[in-house]
């Protein structure tokens, strides 16, 4: 595992500038637990001033800290993302080796389910859900809506790694042997997927907090709980720019671009590492 | 030939099924919402004027006779079948009695438009850069190409959309940020309206060009880059094949299936992106039709753009669907 | 199939699209094309109407319900008319009285002695915009129309009063009602709108006149349409030669000769145009953006002359208790809740503190400070409350002076003058009293433990504050609620985007949002104090009529309703009824009114001028609620603009 990563920092320089933003906005994010401010109350600091010495992000036209506020944004976005990508990792893992593995009618099941969820277009199910729920939509509820909205395309992945290895030799042995089907999937089959599971992971971290962000910059989420997305929706509610008080939009645009930047580099590398092909060649072999 | 449209009607089939389940769930969604369109409606026509509580009970009664929301849910259930087989979604509650599909209709050739040039482009230039990126890994250009795409792929659309708001719409006015074209221009095939729409259409086709490019060339890079290494094109190469064919028709030619693959699979992802781009821009497509029927809570629109969502969507996978065996022989041997 | 042909064919499908597109919409063309250039500045008037996407443009049939057409868009300011419009605030001088504009009508109403027949007499040589003169029979035809016809406007509102009407003549109509009602003038009384009347020789001749789109409308205003965007987001309207056959061009001559209504910009967008000289009349902005622009640029003007700029709505803010919940049973338990407010930190963080406060159940606004907050001034000073252990007078009158020092130093121009700032800031609320409140929740029943307020039954006292998800109200509730809680009590912001449905059904703790709505220039309260009758009280969960959304009932409360309504609209003896239903107001703290509904509304002097404000108040600026036909009579072009 540390080979791996020594690895990785030794030859791919986009893994170790992924590493190094994601870090970043990690110990932003975990800044606000020593917090000295409570995020959620307005009118505690004098509105619309510049980033100082005081208040080095400068305040926003609610008379919040704006460095503490997004240090709490950032880090309920990262829960979130994980909530969710972890969420779907396993509905995708489950889907996934069964339709794989099993085959026949499970399969065809499950494929057509999956089918029905990849022709869907997300952001209008997202808005009607949004729609139906109104103010019962919390930040847990929606990321659980993610997530069973997000594992179609990995469970394909997964389902046709599952198929390759059905016909492997050791599984022919474990299935002789006696043993059950669940324990043939969870302990001699997960271990293959895991690197496609990791890959797919940090991709999933993106979909949904990109989406996150757009649900919240429209008003469709709950707008109280500070995250990426109701930061900016605050600012253009207060028109923020054209008011002048453009630190409020442009230092959380930046944030949001490094965390994005950083977990997609994160990703592409780690992508990149899987396939030995292209492992090998960017190790220069 | 036979097997081939044995294949067709199988996945035609699929299409319908999909079809179904997709609008049959959209509409238990939307019925569910606690949202009384009767309500909404006369909470707007009450705020204005000075009716008095009697006057309030009787336009509501009246109200709720005309828009049948008090029929029982299965009822509502079989009168939505039978008038979308006609065509005909029920009239939108925000714009009574106008028809659903109208409104539908009046947004639909916007999104459709963008989202098709939008794509077809960034399809076809991503993956012709992406190819030639893969064939010259050390070609200076490319690299720097693979370093901005791999810089801006990963924004979420609404963001890059709000930067370019922020850029041209305040620091470098050059270009409209509002609507689908001027306010003074008439639509009609002048050459004025064209440029008009052109001009307007500038801004959200680049951001939907800006964040789908990188994705596209990215993967036909790293496709190509490994089919390069395969025999086959290592043979071309020795036997003086010229390099224009060696890329043209043997390694974008292989490379291509698996991005049509990604193309059906990302349409969805697509869709989205084209209507929070909309929003931004208050560009007139379903985006901006979408939210003011949730924000009216007028349920029968937002069935009514879901269920043209789904379809076109659905619609479009099952053609790249069908055109992947055109493409790849193995398969049409199969 | 080959890549080549495939791109082919992508690339045509592409082009076609394209096309697609154009041709919905050359098929949609209507009128000529307007070219800017073809409207001179010194005699267009370019409004911003707050509506947003028009989803049915090319609509002009006002009288069918939800029909999702524009109607602040020109069709009502300019083209309908009634017998009476109510003005919010004064009105002009010499054409209206007591804020009444006789419209269509030529005098005011005439009721019998029970007040259960009406008549109305109208003014003669009133013409249609198509050459036909207006009449008594249109009348009779709207009422009679409308109770036939579900899905008409008025439908219900006819059905349940009127049981027959009838042209006594060409100029006069007369109505007689199913029930005694002293106020059913009040539906022919526009404020925003009203029962506007139907062309007879136009919807005579049409079959179905809920799918009939009236395009373009015959006007009974002094102008008709001219052209207007199939995308709904502009409509232009042009002088009627005959103008001075209209009721409006019978009070003044409307100077502009093309009205230009645009819709669908969003805030910042407002600004820009406004600042390059394509918006004259902008309806509201935020806050910030105001403060923004009027310093950056002295053309523009708000309703004040400084600091605060915006103009009160007679809309009062206030936090509604949901009274049917065993929470709040208790009124000493309100006041408590009351007297924990700041005033100054719910101006601040809501509207930076250009707030117009108000401590009883009136709006700060139009005519009602001269009739209720300046008369009853001295009873609210020596106000005393109870607390149980001792007696307070809580009310503070220096409210308005301590803010106006508190942004002075932002905005130099706020007034220093103390009639300017009653005007501006209001009279006064009550002093943040804590220890009061304490002792208030004592005596309730209630005790503390730790930080947290106990109910008498031990249970904490807790309960969520709807807000809407954005604006001034929003701010204002989480600052209401951050107070309580930071006091002990378990109050959460609570933001929905369905307060108005949930607020209708009884479905919250504590609403912020308003419960009182006036006429504005007419002192009488029964806009909205007759629905506070307890005859319309319904149970929880079931649909209450507009206003009464705390459901108050109290048998003084119907008394003092019946008394009103047994009087005369005019009469000299309904502002004492308003005083009585302020006092009772008072005593039980129903709901905590606190600030009047401000509308932050700019108009630019670049190229018209003479528009209403604080010194001359002859109407509100909003551009679409309020009678802004009238400000058309009084500004003039600037000259060499």
Known sequence: ?????????????????????????????????????????????????????????????????????????????????????????????????????????????????????????????????????????????????????????????????????????????????????????LEEHLPYVMPIVFATFMNNMLWSMALEVTLAVLGFTNLNHPTM???????????????????????????????????????????????PRSRLRRMGV | MRAYLLFAGKRFLQLLAVIFCGIS????????????????????????????????????????????????????????????????????????????????????PWTLGLLATSTLFTFIVGNLMGALAGYRPDNPFFRAFGLLSIAIQPIPYYVVAFILLIIFGYYLPILPTNGGFG?????????????????????????????GFGGWFLGMRALVSNIINDDYVTYAELAGVDRRTVVGSYVIRNAMLPQLTALAMTLGGVFSGTIITEEVFNYPGMGSLLIDAVNYGDYSLVLAVATVSITAVAGAIFIVDLLYPLLDPRIRAE | MHRRSFLLAGTAAGVLTLAAKGLAFAQEAEGSAPDLAEFPRKETLIIHNPEGVIRNPGWFNNWVVGAGNALSNGLHQLTTDTFWLIDPDAGLEGASENAIYNSLADGLWEYNEDFTEMTVKLKPGIYWSDGVEFTADDVVFTVEKHKATPGLSQNGAYNAQVETVEAVDPYTVHFTLKGPNSRFHTLFSVRWTGAWIMPKHVFENVEDILSFPNDPPVSLGPYTLHSYDPNGTWYIWQRRDDWERTALGMIGEPKPRFIIYRNNISPDNRLIEMRNGNLDMVHDLSPEATFSIIQQDPQIQGWFPGFPYAHPDPTLVMAIFNLQKPLFEDKRVRWALALMLDARAMSMASYRGAATLSAISVPPTGTHPRDFHGPLQDFLINYELDTGSRTIKPYDPDVGLQIAEMVRGQFPDAPTDETAVRNAFGYGWWKQDLQAAEELLTSAGFSKQGNQWMMPDGQPFRFSVMVPTDGVVNRLGAIIAQTWAQNGIGAQVEAASDTWDRQRVGNYDVNISWAVETWGGHPDLSFFLDSYHSEYIKPLGESQPDRNWMRWEDPRLDELIEKIRASDFNDPVGIEYGHEFVKLHLEEMPNIPIMAYNVFSVQSNRYWTGWPNIDRPYANPVTNWSNGRYIFTQITPVEGA
């Open chain 2, 183 to 211: 306010m003074d221009v008439r639509p009609g095939w002048t050459p004025q309206f064209i440029v008009s729409l052109l001009q307007h259409a500038i801004l959200p086709a680049a951001s939907l060009v800006l964040v």
């Open chain 1, 229 to 275: 997305g109701t930061v900016l929706y605050w600012s253009n509610q207060h028109s923020a720019i054209v008011v002048g008080v453009w630190w409020w939009v442009v230092i959380p645009v930046v944030l949001i671009v490094i965390t994005f930047l950083g977990l997609f580099l994160l990703a592409m590398s780690m992508n990149e590492y899987i396939d």
């Open chain 2, 25 to 108: 769930a959209t509409f238990l969604v939307t019925h569910l919402s606690p949202i009384d369109p009767v309500e909404q409606v006369l909470g707007r026509l009450s705020a204005r004027s000075n009716l008095s509580p009697d006057a309030i009970a009787a336009t509501r009664a009246a109200l709720t006779e005309l828009y049948g929301t008090n029929q029982p849910i299965l009822q509502q259930y079989f009168n939505f079948w039978a008038r979308l087989l006609r065509g005909d979604l029920g009239p939108s509650l925000l714009a009574f009695p106008t028809p659903s599909m109208d409104l539908v209709a009046r947004a639909l």
């Open chain 1, 1 to 185: 595992m540390i080979s791996v990563f020594r690895d990785l920092i030794r030859y791919n320089i986009e893994f170790t500038i992924g590493l190094v933003l994601v870090g970043l906005v990690v110990a932003f994010a975990a800044l606000s637990f020593i917090s000295p401010v409570d995020p959620s109350l307005i009118y505690l600091a004098v509105p619309d001033q510049p980033p100082s010495a005081q208040h080095w992000f400068g305040t926003n036209s609610r008379g919040q800290d704006l460095f503490w506020q997004l240090s709490a944004a950032f880090r309920n976005s990262l829960i979130f993302g994980l909530t969710v990508a972890v969420l779907s990792r396993i509905i995708s893992i489950t889907v996934g080796l069964a339709a794989g593995y099993l085959g026949g009618w499970v399969d065809r099941v499950l494929m057509f389910i999956n089918d029905i969820f990849v022709s869907v277009p997300i952001f209008p199910i997202l808005v009607l859900f949004y729609f139906v729920l109104r103010s019962d939509l919390d930040t847990f509820t929606l990321a659980l809506i993610m997530a069973c909205l997000g594992w179609p395309f990995d469970a394909r992945l997964i389902r046709s790694v599952a198929r390759g290895l059905k016909h492997r030799e050791f599984t022919r042995h474990a299935v002789f042997a006696g043993m059950s089907t669940r324990k043939v999937l």
